[in-house]
Protein backbone atom coordinates (compact mmCIF):
# COMPACT_ATOMS: atom_id res chain seq x y z
CA UNK A 1 0.00 0.00 0.00
CA UNK A 2 0.83 3.73 -0.61
CA UNK A 3 0.44 5.12 3.34
CA UNK A 4 0.49 8.83 3.97
CA UNK A 5 1.91 8.89 7.87
CA UNK A 6 1.41 11.84 9.50
CA UNK A 7 4.01 12.90 12.22
CA UNK A 8 6.06 10.45 10.79
CA UNK A 9 9.33 11.92 12.53
CA UNK A 10 8.11 11.82 16.36
CA UNK A 11 8.11 9.05 18.66
CA UNK A 12 5.20 7.48 17.69
CA UNK A 13 5.13 8.42 14.19
CA UNK A 14 9.17 6.34 13.85
CA UNK A 15 8.63 3.27 15.29
CA UNK A 16 4.96 3.45 12.98
CA UNK A 17 7.08 4.44 10.08
CA UNK A 18 9.63 1.46 10.61
CA UNK A 19 7.26 -1.39 10.96
CA UNK A 20 4.81 -0.38 8.30
CA UNK A 21 7.53 0.00 5.70
CA UNK A 22 8.56 -3.09 7.13
CA UNK A 23 5.74 -5.16 5.94
CA UNK A 24 6.63 -3.81 2.64
CA UNK A 25 4.20 -0.61 2.67
CA UNK A 26 5.77 2.88 0.95
CA UNK A 27 5.50 5.47 3.15
CA UNK A 28 4.88 8.89 2.87
CA UNK A 29 6.30 10.73 5.80
CA UNK A 30 4.59 14.26 6.56
CA UNK A 31 6.02 16.30 9.40
CA UNK A 32 6.45 19.91 10.47
CA UNK A 33 10.17 20.39 10.21
CA UNK A 34 11.11 16.89 8.13
CA UNK A 35 9.59 14.34 5.87
CA UNK A 36 8.98 13.73 2.39
CA UNK A 37 6.07 16.74 2.74
CA UNK A 38 6.34 19.37 4.71
CA UNK A 39 3.40 20.77 6.71
CA UNK A 40 1.27 21.89 9.39
CA UNK A 41 -1.97 19.74 9.42
CA UNK A 42 -3.75 22.00 11.69
CA UNK A 43 -3.52 24.83 8.60
CA UNK A 44 -6.41 23.51 6.03
CA UNK A 45 -4.02 25.08 2.98
CA UNK A 46 -1.12 23.04 4.42
CA UNK A 47 -3.80 20.16 4.18
CA UNK A 48 -4.86 20.60 0.83
CA UNK A 49 -1.54 20.60 -0.44
CA UNK A 50 -0.20 17.41 1.58
CA UNK A 51 -2.96 15.28 -0.59
CA UNK A 52 -2.16 17.16 -3.83
CA UNK A 53 1.88 16.21 -3.34
CA UNK A 54 1.21 12.98 -2.02
CA UNK A 55 -0.50 11.93 -4.86
CA UNK A 56 -3.06 8.64 -4.83
CA UNK A 57 -2.64 6.57 -1.73
CA UNK A 58 -4.49 3.79 -0.17
CA UNK A 59 -3.96 4.64 3.55
CA UNK A 60 -3.92 7.73 5.59
CA UNK A 61 -2.16 7.20 9.25
CA UNK A 62 -2.09 10.04 11.73
CA UNK A 63 0.48 9.96 14.47
CA UNK A 64 0.17 13.14 15.56
CA UNK A 65 -1.94 15.27 17.73
CA UNK A 66 -1.02 18.36 20.91
CA UNK A 67 -3.00 19.35 23.88
CA UNK A 68 -1.68 21.36 26.61
CA UNK A 69 -0.98 20.06 30.02
CA UNK A 70 -1.97 22.24 33.08
CA UNK A 71 -3.96 21.78 36.26
CA UNK A 72 -7.45 22.47 35.39
CA UNK A 73 -7.89 25.91 37.49
CA UNK A 74 -5.00 26.99 34.65
CA UNK A 75 -6.42 26.16 31.78
CA UNK A 76 -8.57 29.33 29.85
CA UNK A 77 -10.81 28.88 27.26
CA UNK A 78 -7.80 29.07 24.43
CA UNK A 79 -6.28 26.17 26.17
CA UNK A 80 -9.30 23.98 25.87
CA UNK A 81 -9.72 25.29 21.99
CA UNK A 82 -5.85 24.79 21.57
CA UNK A 83 -6.37 21.02 22.42
CA UNK A 84 -9.50 20.70 20.23
CA UNK A 85 -7.47 22.51 17.11
CA UNK A 86 -4.46 20.60 17.68
CA UNK A 87 -5.92 16.91 17.77
CA UNK A 88 -9.65 16.87 16.91
CA UNK A 89 -10.08 19.11 14.16
CA UNK A 90 -6.86 18.71 12.65
CA UNK A 91 -7.49 14.74 12.21
CA UNK A 92 -11.62 15.33 11.08
CA UNK A 93 -9.69 17.33 8.44
CA UNK A 94 -7.53 14.50 6.93
CA UNK A 95 -10.68 12.27 6.91
CA UNK A 96 -12.92 15.31 5.64
CA UNK A 97 -10.55 16.54 2.75
CA UNK A 98 -8.67 12.71 2.51
CA UNK A 99 -12.03 11.10 1.85
CA UNK A 100 -12.19 11.78 -2.47
CA UNK A 101 -8.44 11.19 -2.54
CA UNK A 102 -8.85 7.13 -1.28
CA UNK A 103 -10.03 4.36 -2.70
CA UNK A 104 -13.37 2.68 -2.10
CA UNK A 105 -11.84 0.33 0.54
CA UNK A 106 -9.10 2.62 1.72
CA UNK A 107 -8.24 3.74 5.12
CA UNK A 108 -7.60 6.12 8.08
CA UNK A 109 -5.90 5.87 11.47
CA UNK A 110 -5.95 8.29 13.92
CA UNK A 111 -4.46 8.67 17.12
CA UNK A 112 -6.52 9.28 20.59
CA UNK A 113 -4.64 8.18 23.67
CA UNK A 114 -5.46 6.56 27.58
CA UNK A 115 -6.78 9.69 28.85
CA UNK A 116 -10.40 9.48 27.09
CA UNK A 117 -10.90 6.53 29.32
CA UNK A 118 -8.67 7.26 32.95
CA UNK A 119 -7.93 10.45 33.73
CA UNK A 120 -5.23 12.16 34.97
CA UNK A 121 -4.67 15.68 37.08
CA UNK A 122 -3.71 18.36 34.74
CA UNK A 123 -4.92 16.04 31.77
CA UNK A 124 -8.42 17.22 31.02
CA UNK A 125 -7.74 19.22 27.77
CA UNK A 126 -6.45 16.07 26.36
CA UNK A 127 -8.66 13.91 27.87
CA UNK A 128 -11.95 16.12 26.38
CA UNK A 129 -9.63 15.73 22.91
CA UNK A 130 -8.64 12.49 23.08
CA UNK A 131 -12.49 11.57 23.44
CA UNK A 132 -13.95 13.63 20.86
CA UNK A 133 -11.00 11.98 18.74
CA UNK A 134 -12.98 8.79 19.70
CA UNK A 135 -16.65 9.40 19.39
CA UNK A 136 -16.07 10.80 15.96
CA UNK A 137 -14.46 7.48 14.88
CA UNK A 138 -17.26 5.34 15.98
CA UNK A 139 -19.59 7.71 13.90
CA UNK A 140 -17.54 8.40 11.16
CA UNK A 141 -17.30 4.94 10.03
CA UNK A 142 -20.84 4.37 9.22
CA UNK A 143 -20.97 7.40 6.96
CA UNK A 144 -17.62 6.83 5.31
CA UNK A 145 -18.17 3.25 4.35
CA UNK A 146 -16.61 1.22 2.09
CA UNK A 147 -13.89 3.20 3.40
CA UNK A 148 -12.41 2.67 7.38
CA UNK A 149 -11.68 4.47 10.09
CA UNK A 150 -10.12 3.81 13.65
CA UNK A 151 -8.45 4.71 15.88
CA UNK A 152 -5.18 3.96 18.42
CA UNK A 153 -5.38 4.83 21.59
CA UNK A 154 -2.17 3.41 23.69
CA UNK A 155 -1.14 4.53 26.94
CA UNK A 156 2.31 5.92 28.26
CA UNK A 157 5.10 4.72 25.67
CA UNK A 158 7.38 2.06 27.94
CA UNK A 159 10.17 4.20 25.83
CA UNK A 160 9.15 7.81 27.19
CA UNK A 161 8.59 6.59 30.94
CA UNK A 162 11.73 8.00 31.99
CA UNK A 163 9.98 11.38 30.85
CA UNK A 164 6.39 11.09 31.20
CA UNK A 165 5.48 8.07 33.89
CA UNK A 166 5.14 10.05 36.43
CA UNK A 167 2.52 12.07 35.10
CA UNK A 168 0.62 8.35 34.55
CA UNK A 169 0.94 6.83 38.77
CA UNK A 170 -0.16 3.04 38.37
CA UNK A 171 -0.80 2.78 34.68
CA UNK A 172 0.91 0.30 32.84
CA UNK A 173 3.35 1.24 30.04
CA UNK A 174 3.13 0.08 26.48
CA UNK A 175 6.44 -0.84 23.95
CA UNK A 176 6.17 1.47 20.87
CA UNK A 177 6.54 -2.23 19.30
CA UNK A 178 2.91 -3.13 20.35
CA UNK A 179 1.52 0.50 20.16
CA UNK A 180 2.76 0.04 16.19
CA UNK A 181 0.83 -3.48 15.90
CA UNK A 182 -1.72 -1.63 16.85
CA UNK A 183 -1.39 0.41 13.90
CA UNK A 184 -0.89 -2.44 11.16
CA UNK A 185 -4.16 -3.80 12.83
CA UNK A 186 -6.48 -0.74 11.45
CA UNK A 187 -4.27 -0.42 8.40
CA UNK A 188 -4.46 -3.94 6.83
CA UNK A 189 -7.61 -5.38 8.78
CA UNK A 190 -11.32 -4.95 7.75
CA UNK A 191 -12.39 -3.55 11.08
CA UNK A 192 -13.69 0.26 11.26
CA UNK A 193 -15.27 2.58 13.88
CA UNK A 194 -12.66 0.97 16.49
CA UNK A 195 -10.40 2.22 19.19
CA UNK A 196 -7.61 -0.22 19.34
CA UNK A 197 -6.13 -0.40 22.78
CA UNK A 198 -2.51 -1.68 22.56
Do not use: C, W
Not at 64 to 76: N, S, V, Y
Not at 137 to 144: D, L, M, N, Q
Amino acid sequence: MDILLIGANGVLGTAVSTTLAARGHRIIRVGRTSGDILADITDPAGLTRVYAEAGPVDAVVSAAGDAPFKPFAELTADDYLSAYRGKVAAQIDLVRHGLDRLPEHGSFTLISGVLAREPIPSGSAAAMANGAVEAFVRSAAIEIAPRRVNAVSPTVFTESVPDYGPYFPGMAPVDLAAVAQAYVRSVEGGLTGQVFIP
